[in-house]
């Protein structure tokens, strides 16, 4: 009877340890693969890939941004965090990043898409987006002549939507706006590619800005000199104001 229950105590002791092991083995392998997956130098990232339609950006400074800081292994490195320093770029208005097996990161640039300078006057790295959204970049590597926008910083939709409509209107008639002011009363004024300015006033805009160009032909007959203003904000008519040949001489 004695030896029945020795030989018990010893199979339920031996096999207890041999769990303990097994346990103590597995939570080990865990902890080896956990440390060996973060650790950067077992399972690093080799190969960094730039994509998207890039016009104010490299992919170099993409690289350059994203490498001044550790990435981190394929299993360690956080894509929002990544996603995040590249969309703090100046230039970039969104990013996207995803890891492939077994090392490559890939990173997808948006850039952003200026409509025209906002309030150079007050500062002279200013753009807004065709979104309308105000954002500040390195204008040098513009590769286009952008419009001019400025108004109350609290009205940058509201520039926007008056250049578009009344851009859009005088482009179909061969005019072109290189500049649009927006008052703190909201009212407006144009600035054409020509030189001539345009005084809207805040209503009936569009209806104004036709007036001008249903008269424009007759104007231009009128007088030999080159517009220097013309002021729309009548219920009828215009007031203009020609350039004299004294300025004109000087601008030519």
Known sequence: ???AERKQSWQFWSGLVFFLVVIASTFSGIGWLYYTAMDAQEVPLKRLVVQGELEYITPNDVRDTLLGEPL???FSADVDQIRARVEAMPWVAKASVRKEWPDILKVFVVEQQ???HWNANQRDDALVNQQGEVFYADK???QQALPYLSGPQHAVAEAVKQYRNTSELLGLNGFQVSQ???????A???LLVDGTNLRLGREALLERVQRFIDL????KEHRDAPMDTVDLRYDTGVAVRWRNPEEQQQES
């Open 188 to 190: 407006l004024e144009l």
């Open 216 to 219: 424009y032909p007759q104007l």
């Open 114 to 116: 200026p409509l025209a």
């Open 140 to 142: 040098s590597v513009l």
């Open 180 to 186: 649009l002011e927006l008052s703190e009363r909201f």
């Open 72 to 74: 981190g292994s394929f």
């Open 1 to 3: 009877m004695a030896a």
